[in-house]
T-cell receptor
Framework: DTEVTQTPKHLVMGMTNKKSLKCEQH?????MYWYKQKAKKPPELMFV???????INESVPSRFSPECPNSSLLNLHLHALQPEDSALYLC?????????????FGPGTRLTVT | RKEVEQDPGPFNVPEGATVAFNCTYS??????FFWYRQDCRKEPKLLMS???SGNEDGRFTAQLNRASQYISLLIRDSKLSDSATYLC??????????FGAGTILRVKS
């Protein structure tokens, strides 16, 4: 019943592959987020888009490239990843410009880099 | 010092018990505060925002103490289905959200 959807649910990729993670929200939100979560750790913020513009990049390596094609879609392009990038990648969305920014998460993409 | 700290637990409690979690934060300029619940291998789900006046949702009560820089979550009449990891999250500025490491709750019959 989540209003934030993510595809694919699972992804296995080699270190030389290029793949993309996709996120869509149907909540009318104008802020969208990418998080990375390793096992038994909390989610860590990677990127924030507000009004379709990148507003936060938490010093993420360039092998991760975000894209926000429109207000309801968010992509994360992956290239030349390392095995340590294996994690759960979570997308979230929230209202923009209104505190508190209650963020709602999608189910995540479980990524394994071989 | 970590930006957001939580006791990792686990808290093992019987059904019907009352249990409380605390979370401390280091940035006094933090603007908003949340509790999330995360089940194993699932996404975090927003449980409640935490307001200065405190707020209650059924069996769950959240409090904010700005002077001591901590938030708390109280769960009354624990159910088996409350077993999960409870994450506090703090918004230090703008859109950034920083999560604590999470507290594991196990409710046993």
């Amino acid at each position: 019943d989540t209003e934030v959807t993510q595809t694919p649910k699972h992804l296995v990729m080699g270190m030389t592959n290029k793949k993309s993670l996709k996120c869509e929200q149907h909540m009318g939100h104008r802020a969208m987020y990418w998080y990375k979560q390793k096992a038994k750790k909390p989610p860590e913020l990677m990127f924030v888009y507000s009004y379709e513009k990148l507003s936060i990049n938490e010093s993420v390596p360039s092998r991760f490239s975000p894209e926000c094609p429109n207000s309801s879609l968010l992509n994360l392009h992956l290239h030349a990843l390392q095995p340590e990038d294996s994690a759960l990648y979570l997308c979230a969305s929230s209202q923009a410009g209104l505190i508190p920014y209650e963020q709602y998460f999608g189910p995540g993409t479980r990524l394994t880099v071989t | 010092r970590k930006e957001v700290e939580q006791d990792p637990g686990p808290f093992n409690v019987p059904e019907g018990a009352t249990v409380a979690f605390n979370c401390t934060y280091s940035n006094s300029a933090s603007q908003s505060f949340f509790w999330y619940r995360q089940d194993c291998r699932k996404e975090p789900k927003l449980l409640m925002s935490v307001y200065s006046s405190g707020n209650e949702d059924g069996r769950f009560t959240a409090q904010l103490n700005r002077a001591s820089q901590y938030i708390s979550l109280l769960i009354r009449d624990s159910k088996l289905s409350d077993s999960a990891t409870y994450l506090c999250a703090v918004n230090p500025a703008g859109y950034k959200l920083v999560f604590g490491a999470g507290t594991i709750l196990r409710v046993k019959s």
